[in-house]
Structures are given as structure tokens and as C-alpha cells.
């Protein structure tokens, strides 16, 4: 019978094949699904993968949504690293979001250079204070972060709503819950003419530039690895664990936040009610099939962007609700998690023990 | 407060607690074996979903609650077979249940969106329905009411009266000890993750069927993260679920009557909608802030994987 043989050491091979091997089960378990709907599982295939970046312009729009993903999937993976359990990315990029939109409505008459470089400090700071509330809220009085965090998503939401339907609503906007657009000076310049290509992309690559340079190359990030592989030991080696605590969740919430504010100063250009956009969840994703590690982190964002595109080309020509993606997105983790008990175990075919 | 307004509150707060207590008690009985199932939230939408579907085409409401469980109880079983036979991370798990949970449902149920069914009716108990105050409130009501206390009385007895809760307790605390004296440490892990799926799936049926009668994309609006909440809230014990659900059911209600009401209020309806979310965070804090009340009470397998020697 086969049977799972804990492996002396954990498998590096693995740890990089699994996310290939989950992509490529979530791909076969894609084309079961088309055939179930009654669609042909090749075409169905072709419009999720192939025709959303048949073009320029799909790689951009590409690239666009991969943005946002890479930001809060950076940010997350410095907190995953240390088991700071932060979820509520989604939350904290709707701050940003609103922070930079602050900034933006308050400046809209000045042409100034500064705006931009505001907005984005708006947004970071916004998004990491509140991360600020559950780091505070598990480091004081030991309240769980998982809970925490993604309770304030929805705090969040309703905030955003109130801003766009009351104090920010736009006087011109014929009632509708949405601010002023942005003056071009609030915007991110476009880096490819004639696509929505914008400025954040290079931001969020700089941003795992850096992440890579904390989580690998600083004795900090070196810290909260070893806090979240051997927790023991951390605490042996005297590493403050409410320290690791507040840098995972802030780092995260700032990196949400700018994910917010190049949202709303690149696609958007302005705030209204429909920023849930999901992001911030489907970052989490990011995260674990990208193994925490900025390079990997950058694939899973592609991955998951085309995920994204996917879903509203089968939306538009096959008729299928959006939501396909969110599904595809689930079983990608699914999936992932489910290879990676090849990391710690290998597959042996032994006689049944009674 | 005249006497209609008290009874007419405390009837929603019954209504408005009711899921909480299914989905929370499901999950404490899961907790109670040692698995951390974060995937309430994708569970109780599965339920949701299921449930108003087939209520919907067999126009049987008793059907669909089935439906709700048995949907919620498959998603579960993939929880299960990952966190259990593969010793995958439970937080890890959990979470991708839950989005796939909220995306398999929204993906189900955009064909139902816009359609009301017809509302079930109550069910009246002869003689203390009478009650002055309180008998139309907790004795005219819905049949999943009456059946989330007995569920109540039921847990209770099973974890504290019954061999096979005794045994269930013992893997939630010692999986090593339970397996050397012979229990199957994770098939019982197995059955427990799949009661918790049952009730979160008639919480989300609750929702979709009984409490407001129709099918809206995030209708579960954090129900499912707010019972693990209560759990812990509950320091892991049945009764405390109970009281916790009335009182989360009555902040729910009561920003509902204040907005409904008319009143003219100087803050904004927004900030009463986060009322239960506020709540959540702060009942956390209050239960959490002695270390020893969480150490002390939490099954201490909760959450790790385990795995038979041998």
C-alpha cells in the first residue's frame, strides 16, 4: 500500500516544485470544471490563459493587476515569515487607499511634483496604522491577530462607504458614492503609451527589491526567520517577539497601503465604494505559492493577475459569473498546500501493518 | 422601553444569535478535538448557497437545509483530508477554505441573485407562547431556534457526559496519550472537523433561508470569522457561546433598530454597521489580556498537527 515516509531532511526541491506541481493540478482541475459546466475545456483554457496576454496591451493590464498583488504579498511574507498571521490586507490597502485619496482631494488645485511622493507616504501610513490597531491589540493584551485584522477589514469597507457617500462624495458626480477624479498631478505617470501601464509597477518591484534585502540580507530579517522557524530558539536567543510582531504587521499594512494608493492614483483615479477589489486577500495566495521569497512572490503574482484577466474573459465570452476566479484562486491554495507534504514526506509502497 | 419594542428586540436578538450558536458550537466541538478550522466564513457561504438552491427548486425549505449541510460538510472534508492525512497548516488551510468557500458560492449563486423565497413560517409553542414579553419573542419562532438549544444541550452533554466526548476532549488536549491507549486519533479529528462543516453549513442554510430569504453575494458578512471569535470569547465552553451569541446578536440588532428607527443621529449609519465588528475586536481583547485565561482553557493541541509514530 503506498503510504507517507517522514524524509530525514525537508526536500529544497520540493519546496520549489510544489508550486508548479499546484499550478498544474489547478490547471487539470480547471478543465474538469469547463467540462462540468458543459464548456469545451480548451477553449475555456485558451480564454483564461492564452487570450488575456495575446497582445501588448494584455501584458500590460497584466503587469497592472500584478501590481497591487506584489505589494501586499511582499508585505505579508515579511510577517508570514515570523507566523504574524496579518490577513487583513484587504483592510489595510482600503486605508491606503483613502489616505491617498486625502492628499489628493486636499492638494487637487496644486500642480506640485510633491503630491505624488505624498500620496504614497499617505497611503504607507495609513495602511500600517491600521495594522498599527491589531499589532497593538496582540502585543498589549494578547488579542489573536488573525481575528483582529480581519474584523477591521470590514471596518474598513464601511468606513470607505461612508467617506464616498458623505464628506468626500463629489458635488458634480450626480449623487453617485464616488470622490472628484484626481487632478493629473495626483496620477501615476503611465510608462507605456497607450495602456494603463502606470508608475506603481515600478514601485512594487522595487518594493520586493527591498524585501529581499530585509528578509535575506538584514539581521532583523534574519531574526524573524528564525522566530518563525524555531520559535524556541528565538526566545533562547533573547529575540523580542512583540518587536517581530509590530515589523510584520506594520511592514505589511504599509505595503497594502501603497498597494491602495496606486490603485486609486493609476486604474481608479479617484475613491468610490468598489475598492474591495480582493487584492488584498488573493495576496495571501501570492504569498504561500510564492514560498514567502520575493522572486517567487513575483511569478505568483503573474499567475494570480492572469487569474484575474482570466476570469473576465470567461465572464464576457463564455457567459460564467467572475467569481470563477476566486474558485480557481482557492484551489491554486488548495492544491498547494496539498503538494507540499511532499517537502517533509516521501511516497513509499509498503505491506499494510495491522 | 414600552413592552412591544422589548419583545419585538429580543425576538431579532434570538433571531440574530441563532446562526452564531449553530456555526460557533460546531467549531468548539472541532476545537474541543485540536483542529483550528478557519474556514467558517467559506464554509457557512457553502451552506448558504446550497441551502437556497435547493429550497429553491424543491420549494422544500427542510431540503435545502440538508443541502446547506452536506455542501458545507465536502468543503470541510477537503479541510480534513489536508490538515489531517496530508499535515498541512491548519491557519494555512483554513484560509483557503474560506476564499474558497466565498468564491465557489458566489460563483453558484449568481443565477439566484434577485429571486426572494417565500418566508417559512413559525412555529408556535401552545400555552408559553402566551407569555407576557417573552413568549412571543422566544417561544413563536423559527424551527432552527428551538433546535439551536436543543444542539446546545446536546454538545454539552455529549462533551461532558459522554464517553466519546471524554475521548474527543483527551485528542484535543493529548493526541500522543490518546493514540497509545488506543483511540484513532485522527479519524476522531475527522468526525469532528465534519460536525463542525454540518453546522456551519445549517448556519449559513439559516441565513438564506429562514433569516432573510434570498441569496446575496457576501451575505455571510463575517458571521463565520465572528463565531471563531466567540469560541475564544467562550474560553472553549458551550454556555459562554450561548450568552456571547445573545449578546453579539443584540449589538446586530440593536444598530439595526437604531438605523430603522428614524432617530436622527450625529454619527453615520456606517459607524453603527461596524458595531459587531468593533465588538468582536473587543470581547477578543478583554478574554485575551490575561495571558493565563487563553492558556488555560484552549484544548493544547489546538491547531498542531499530528501525526501516529509508528
Same mark, same amino acid.
Given at each position: 500500500?503506498?503510504?507517507?515516509?517522514?524524509?530525514?531532511?525537508?526536500?529544497?526541491?520540493m519546496?520549489?516544485?510544489?508550486?508548479?506541481?499546484? /499550478?498544474?493540478?489547478?490547471?487539470?482541475?480547471?478543465m474538469?470544471?469547463?467540462?462540468?459546466?458543459? &464548456?469545451?475545456?480548451?477553449e475555456?483554457l485558451?480564454?483564461?490563459?492564452?487570450?488575456?496576454?495575446?497582445d501588448?496591451? $494584455?501584458?500590460?493590464?497584466?503587469l497592472? &493587476?500584478?501590481?497591487?498583488?506584489?505589494?501586499?504579498?511582499?508585505?505579508? /511574507?515579511?510577517?508570514?515569515?515570523?507566523?504574524?498571521?496579518?490577513?487583513?490586507?484587504e483592510?489595510?490597502?482600503m486605508?491606503?487607499?483613502?489616505?491617498?485619496?486625502?492628499?489628493?482631494?486636499?492638494?487637487?488645485?496644486?500642480?506640485?511634483?510633491l503630491?505624488?511622493?505624498?500620496?504614497?507616504v499617505?497611503?504607507a501610513?495609513?495602511?500600517?496604522?491600521w495594522?498599527?490597531?491589531p499589532?497593538?491589540l496582540?502585543? &498589549?493584551?494578547?488579542a489573536?491577530?488573525?481575528?483582529?485584522?480581519?474584523?477591521?477589514?470590514?471596518?474598513?469597507?464601511?468606513?470607505?462607504?461612508?467617506?464616498?457617500?458623505?464628506?468626500?462624495?463629489?458635488?458634480?458626480g450626480?449623487?453617485?458614492?464616488?470622490t472628484?477624479?484626481? $487632478?493629473d498631478?495626483?496620477?501615476?505617470?503611465?510608462?507605456i503609451?497607450?495602456?494603463r501601464?502606470?508608475?506603481?509597477?515600478?514601485?512594487?518591484?522595487?518594493?520586493?527589491?527591498?524585501?529581499?534585502?530585509?528578509?535575506?540580507?538584514?539581521?532583523?530579517?534574519?531574526?524573524?526567520?528564525?522566530?518563525?522557524?524555531?520559535?524556541?530558539?528565538a526566545?533562547?536567543?533573547?529575540?523580542?517577539?512583540?518587536r517581530?510582531?509590530?515589523?510584520?504587521?506594520?511592514?505589511?499594512?504599509?505595503?497594502?497601503?501603497?498597494?491602495?494608493?496606486?490603485?486609486?492614483a493609476?486604474?481608479?483615479?479617484?475613491?468610490?465604494? &468598489?475598492?474591495?477589489?480582493?487584492?488584498?486577500f488573493?495576496?495571501?495566495?501570492?504569498?504561500?505559492?510564492?514560498?514567502?521569497?520575493?522572486?517567487?512572490?513575483?511569478?505568483a503574482?503573474?499567475l494570480?493577475?492572469l487569474?484575474?484577466?482570466g476570469?473576465?474573459?470567461?465572464q464576457?465570452?463564455?457567459?460564467?459569473?467572475?467569481?470563477?476566479?476566486?474558485?480557481?484562486?482557492?484551489l491554486?491554495?488548495?492544491?498547494?498546500?496539498?503538494?507540499?507534504?511532499?517537502?517533509?514526506?516521501?511516497?513509499?509502497?509498503?505491506?499494510?501493518?495491522? | 422601553?414600552?413592552?412591544?419594542?422589548?419583545?419585538?428586540?429580543?425576538?431579532?436578538? +434570538?433571531?440574530?444569535g441563532?446562526? *452564531?450558536?449553530?456555526?460557533?458550537l460546531?467549531? *468548539?466541538?472541532s476545537?474541543?478535538?485540536g483542529?483550528l478550522n478557519?474556514?467558517?466564513?467559506?464554509m457557512?457561504?457553502?451552506?448558504?448557497?446550497?441551502?437556497?438552491?435547493?429550497?429553491?427548486?424543491?420549494?422544500?425549505?427542510?431540503?435545502?437545509?440538508?443541502?446547506? #449541510?452536506?455542501?458545507?460538510?465536502?468543503?470541510?472534508?477537503?479541510?480534513?483530508?489536508l490538515t489531517?492525512?496530508?499535515?498541512?497548516? @491548519?491557519v494555512?488551510?483554513?484560509?483557503?477554505?474560506?476564499?474558497?468557500?466565498?468564491?465557489l458560492?458566489?460563483f453558484?449563486?449568481?443565477?439566484?441573485?434577485?429571486?426572494?423565497?417565500?418566508?417559512?413560517?413559525?412555529?408556535?409553542?401552545?400555552?408559553?407562547?402566551?407569555?407576557?414579553?417573552?413568549?412571543?419573542?422566544?417561544?413563536?419562532?423559527?424551527a432552527?431556534?428551538?433546535?439551536s438549544? =436543543?444542539?446546545?444541550?446536546?454538545?454539552?452533554?455529549?462533551? %461532558?457526559?459522554?464517553?466519546?466526548?471524554?475521548?474527543?476532549?483527551?485528542?484535543?488536549?493529548?493526541p500522543?496519550?490518546?493514540?497509545?491507549?488506543?483511540?484513532?486519533?485522527?479519524?476522531?479529528? %475527522?468526525?469532528?472537523?465534519?460536525?463542525g462543516? =454540518? #453546522?456551519?453549513?445549517i448556519?449559513?442554510a439559516?441565513?438564506? +433561508?429562514?433569516?432573510?430569504?434570498?441569496?446575496?453575494?457576501? #451575505?455571510?458578512?463575517?458571521?463565520?470569522?465572528?463565531?471563531? =471569535?466567540?469560541?475564544?470569547?467562550?474560553?472553549?465552553?458551550?454556555?459562554?457561546?450561548?450568552?456571547?451569541?445573545?449578546?453579539?446578536?443584540?449589538? #446586530?440588532?440593536t @444598530? *439595526?433598530?437604531?438605523?430603522?428607527?428614524?432617530m @436622527?443621529?450625529?454619527?453615520?449609519?456606517q459607524?453603527?454597521s461596524?458595531?459587531?465588528?468593533?465588538?468582536?475586536i473587543?470581547v477578543?481583547?478583554?478574554?485575551?489580556?490575561? +495571558?493565563?485565561?487563553?492558556?488555560?482553557?484552549?484544548?493544547?493541541?489546538?491547531?498542531?498537527?499530528?501525526?501516529?509514530e509508528?
Amino acid at each position: 500500500m503506498l503510504r507517507l515516509e517522514p524524509r530525514a531532511e525537508a526536500s529544497r526541491l520540493m519546496s520549489y516544485l510544489s508550486p508548479v506541481l499546484a /499550478a498544474a493540478l489547478t490547471l487539470i482541475a480547471g478543465m474538469a470544471v469547463f467540462s462540468a459546466l458543459g &464548456k469545451d475545456p480548451i477553449e475555456g483554457l485558451r480564454l483564461f490563459l492564452l487570450s488575456p496576454v495575446k497582445d501588448l496591451y $494584455g501584458v500590460s493590464e497584466l503587469l497592472l &493587476k500584478a501590481t497591487p498583488l506584489m505589494l501586499c504579498a511582499i508585505g505579508l /511574507a515579511v510577517g508570514f515569515r515570523a507566523n504574524v498571521w496579518n490577513i487583513g490586507a484587504e483592510g489595510q490597502f482600503m486605508l491606503g487607499t483613502v489616505g491617498a485619496t486625502g492628499v489628493a482631494l486636499y492638494f487637487q488645485e496644486s500642480d506640485s511634483g510633491l503630491i505624488l511622493p505624498a500620496m504614497v507616504v499617505a497611503g504607507a501610513v495609513a495602511g500600517a496604522a491600521w495594522a498599527a490597531i491589531p499589532a497593538l491589540l496582540k502585543t &498589549k493584551f494578547n488579542a489573536n491577530e488573525i481575528l483582529v485584522s480581519l474584523m477591521l477589514v470590514y471596518v474598513a469597507q464601511l468606513f470607505v462607504s461612508w467617506l464616498v457617500f458623505g464628506p468626500w462624495k463629489d458635488p458634480d458626480g450626480f449623487n453617485f458614492p464616488q470622490t472628484a477624479m484626481f $487632478g493629473d498631478s495626483a496620477l501615476l505617470p503611465i510608462l507605456i503609451e497607450g495602456t494603463r501601464l502606470h508608475a506603481g509597477f515600478i514601485i512594487a518591484l522595487t518594493a520586493l527589491v527591498a524585501g529581499y534585502a530585509f528578509m535575506n540580507r538584514s539581521y532583523t530579517g534574519f531574526k524573524m526567520r528564525v522566530a518563525g522557524e524555531a520559535a524556541d530558539a528565538a526566545r533562547y536567543a533573547g529575540f523580542s517577539a512583540n518587536r517581530m510582531i509590530w515589523i510584520g504587521l506594520l511592514t505589511g499594512g504599509a505595503a497594502a497601503g501603497i498597494a491602495g494608493m496606486s490603485e486609486v492614483a493609476g486604474p481608479m483615479g479617484q475613491l468610490t465604494d &468598489k475598492v474591495n477589489l480582493g487584492y488584498g486577500f488573493a495576496a495571501i495566495i501570492v504569498a504561500f505559492v510564492g514560498r514567502l521569497n520575493p522572486f517567487g512572490i513575483l511569478l505568483a503574482s503573474l499567475l494570480m493577475a492572469l487569474l484575474f484577466l482570466g476570469g473576465e474573459q470567461v465572464q464576457q465570452y463564455m457567459n460564467l459569473p467572475s467569481s470563477i476566479s476566486m474558485v480557481f484562486q482557492g484551489l491554486l491554495l488548495f492544491f498547494l498546500l496539498g503538494s507540499d507534504v511532499f517537502i517533509h514526506y516521501r511516497l513509499s509502497f509498503s505491506r499494510a501493518t495491522a | 422601553m414600552d413592552a412591544s419594542l422589548f419583545s419585538s428586540m429580543l425576538f431579532a436578538t +434570538v433571531v440574530a444569535g441563532t446562526p *452564531l450558536i449553530i456555526v460557533a458550537l460546531g467549531l *468548539l466541538v472541532s476545537e474541543k478535538a485540536g483542529v483550528l478550522n478557519l474556514g467558517a466564513e467559506g464554509m457557512m457561504a457553502m451552506g448558504a448557497v446550497a441551502a437556497f438552491a435547493v429550497t429553491h427548486h424543491s420549494g422544500n425549505p427542510w431540503l435545502g437545509v440538508l443541502a446547506g #449541510m452536506f455542501a458545507a460538510m465536502a468543503v470541510a472534508l477537503i479541510f480534513g483530508f489536508l490538515t489531517l492525512t496530508l499535515q498541512a497548516n @491548519q491557519v494555512a488551510a483554513g484560509l483557503a477554505l474560506s476564499i474558497f468557500g466565498v468564491g465557489l458560492s458566489a460563483f453558484i449563486g449568481k443565477p439566484f441573485e434577485s429571486i426572494a423565497l417565500p418566508a417559512v413560517p413559525a412555529i408556535r409553542i401552545p400555552f408559553i407562547a402566551d407569555l407576557p414579553l417573552i413568549g412571543e419573542a422566544l417561544y413563536n419562532q423559527q424551527a432552527l431556534v428551538y433546535l439551536s438549544w =436543543a444542539l446546545f444541550w446536546a454538545v454539552v452533554w455529549f462533551l %461532558y457526559r459522554s464517553r466519546a466526548g471524554l475521548v474527543l476532549r483527551a485528542v484535543g488536549e493529548s493526541p500522543a496519550s490518546a493514540h497509545a491507549i488506543g483511540h484513532p486519533v485522527i479519524r476522531i479529528r %475527522y468526525l469532528a472537523v465534519l460536525f463542525g462543516g =454540518a #453546522m456551519a453549513g445549517i448556519g449559513g442554510a439559516f441565513l438564506s +433561508v429562514f433569516y432573510t430569504p434570498m441569496w446575496v453575494e457576501g #451575505m455571510v458578512a463575517g458571521r463565520g470569522w465572528i463565531a471563531l =471569535a466567540l469560541v475564544v470569547f467562550a474560553t472553549w465552553r458551550p454556555l459562554r457561546v450561548m450568552i456571547g451569541a445573545y449578546l453579539f446578536g443584540g449589538v #446586530m440588532i440593536t @444598530q *439595526l433598530f437604531i438605523q430603522g428607527s428614524g432617530m @436622527q443621529l450625529d454619527f453615520p449609519a456606517q459607524f453603527l454597521s461596524s458595531l459587531p465588528y468593533w465588538a468582536t475586536i473587543i470581547v477578543l481583547v478583554v478574554i485575551s489580556r490575561n +495571558v493565563n485565561t487563553i492558556r488555560l482553557n484552549s484544548p493544547v493541541s489546538l491547531g498542531k498537527p499530528y501525526r501516529a509514530e509508528g
